[in-house]
């Protein structure tokens, strides 16, 4: 292995760009499981780099302006950007290993989320009429599902028709499966709509040359009809409609919350009146606290009195 990378770093010097092969991306695996890297770490690797070669022109050059045309791709199909730094990240260790660090990129971007506009929900519900007074189906769907389920753009592929049957879709985060139920008048919506397109299997959604829809395609269909219904469009986009989400589930969390204390403080009252020490003692709750006062200021009236019979 070492000689193979003496090799490709004599080439490198010499050669203006590199040809990346699954036989490089295979050594550098098996140099990160020689190091002892986390199976799960090693596997998120595999997974980006060989999305990378995918990614890349059939001839499979790398140049040096590569990885950011490639940074540059990944926010154009709806990445987020912790997400393309990641990946950045991953093919900087990948050229790092291959000893060509004139190829990395080292400028990182910075996270927008806490920048994320709102999207109210009035807004939300005027892109969905907009939709259906056009007749979108697809865009109108996609927002309700963004909205409703939380579920992010690379998530979308995995909405199938058998998915949507079971009312439910698997999703991976942080190497965990989660479970994200649809709601049943989406579930509806969404069978409805693959049965009209004559979509009996795998993706939902679509492209028109029959391949699953793609991020890029996704967000620019959000955005034309963000330009109709008035909405902004840089609120017009998967992570806002997902924040939506999010702060309309806090709230109702929130409020459930509170009726579960009133319930709760309901069923003690019950309890109270039923079996508590003293009979009646939610009722004389102020008079036992007057009472007590009234005992701890008796303490100083002792001497007030001896002081008085003194006098007489």
Known sequence: MEQQKMKIETAASWQPELVLTPELIDSFIAH???KN???GTVNRYEQDLRQFYADLPEDKCVHRDTLSRYREKLLANGY???TVNLRISVANSLFR????????????LRPKNENLPEISRTEYLRLLRTARA?????EYLLIKLFASTGITIQEVPKVTVEAVEAGRIETLVSNNKQIVRLPHCLQAELLGYAARSGIYHGPVFLSRGGKAM???????KIHRL???SGVPEEKGNPRCLKKLYQTTRAAIEANFNLLVEQAMERQLEVEQAEVGWEEGAEHALHPARTKLRLRRGSRTKPAALSSGREQF
């Open 214 to 220: 793609s991020r890029m395609n996704i967000t620019q």
């Open 80 to 82: 987020a950007p912790r």
């Open 226 to 228: 963000c330009a109709v």
């Open 97 to 108: 290993y291959l000893g060509l660090k004139e190829y990395q990129l080292d400028n990182q």
């Open 37 to 39: 890297y986390i199976q």
């Open 32 to 34: 990160l499981k020689e």
């Open 134 to 138: 056009l007749g979108r189906e697809s």
